[in-house]
Antibody, heavy 122, light 109 residues
Framework: QVQLQASGPGLVKPSQTLSLTCVIS??????????WAWIRQPPGKGLEWLGY???????YNNPSLNTRVTILLGASKSHFSLKLASVTAADTAIYYC??????????????WGQGTEVTVSS | SYELTQDPAVSVALGQTVRITCQGD??????PSWYQQRPGQAPVLIIY???DRPSGIPDRFSASSSGDTASLTITGAQAEDEGDYYC????????????FGSGTKVTVL
């Protein structure tokens, strides 16, 4: 059974860089069958796709966040990370990691982690 | 920026049928995926592709598409179906961006 677990500091100061890690169990990034994604949800609001990563290290980020987002492979093939620079209160959200499958015209985030809550505040 | 439009909220009587819609240009090309989010929980994939359900998802959930509008139908709604529902699709202009709909809150009466 594939499981994902996101973790990181629950509190980040404005202008700092948020760093989160997603640990994968029951699967491996290196199998090349899936992409690995980050999605967030501000309090009381909807979901926002942040970006995804392929086993080769290639990543693609949401252009609305410009260059603030970086998604990286972990040292092992069982985890990947998110870095979000220059955070503000608007970045306060639950951050989810998810497995992403793309097959022709059919794409889906098929496995989600439980999410980790991040508050940006001084 | 590209958007997928959903009705903010719908209600359905227990055991009845409800349809949730998602509208956007990309839906003419791509099938959306649909997610259920119960209060305090992570989203769960319930429909992908033309009308495919992951293992464990009840067959009362089904999907259809016509033009720029996709629909998720719950036939015989149960109390546990209450929650927020989101569609997601690729942005055709970029081919790589993914966008979630604004979400529809389903209340089972």
């Amino acid at each position: 059974q594939v499981q994902l677990q996101a973790s990181g500091p629950g509190l980040v100061k404005p202008s700092q860089t948020l760093s989160l890690t997603c640990v994968i169990s029951g699967d491996s990034i290196s199998n090349g069958l899936y992409y690995w994604a980050w999605i967030r949800q501000p309090p009381g609001k909807g979901l926002e796709w942040l970006g995804y990563l392929y086993y080769s290290g290639t990543s693609y980020n949401n252009p609305s966040l410009n260059t603030r987002v970086t998604i990286l492979l972990g040292a092992s093939k069982s985890h990947f990370s998110l870095k979000l620079a220059s955070v503000t209160a608007a970045d306060t959200a639950i951050y989810y990691c998810a497995r992403f499958r793309t097959q022709g015209s059919s794409d889906a985030f098929d496995i989600w982690g439980q999410g980790t809550e991040v508050t940006v505040s001084s | 920026s590209y958007e997928l439009t959903q009705d903010p909220a719908v209600s359905v009587a227990l055991g009845q049928t409800v349809r949730i819609t998602c509208q956007g240009d990309s839906l003419r090309t791509y099938y959306p995926s649909w997610y259920q989010q119960r209060p305090g929980q992570a989203p769960v994939l319930i429909i992908y592709g033309k009308n495919d359900r992951p293992s464990g998802i009840p067959d009362r959930f089904s999907a259809s598409s016509s033009g720029d509008t996709a629909s998720l139908t719950i036939t015989g709604a149960q109390a546990e179906d209450e929650g927020d529902y989101y569609c997601n699709s690729r942005d055709t202009s970029s081919g790589r961006n993914y966008v979630f709909g604004s979400g529809t809150k389903v209340t089972v009466l």
